[in-house]
């Protein structure tokens, strides 16, 4: 996927840049709640 990004750069390719990016974004988001998840499963386990 960031080669995705660089090739738009590269290329000045606006569409591919801000759809890559935008996937880029959301994956990073869904990554984020996943691990605040089970972040806080370990709080309450660990009774912290």
Not at 13 to 24: C, E, H, K, P, Q
């Amino acid at each position: 996927m960031g080669q995705s990004i660089y090739g738009a750069l590269a290329k000045a390719d606006m569409g591919l840049g801000i759809t890559s990016g935008a996937a880029m974004a959301i994956l990073a988001l869904v990554a984020d709640r996943l691990v605040q998840g089970f972040a806080e499963e370990r709080r309450q386990a660990l009774g912290l």
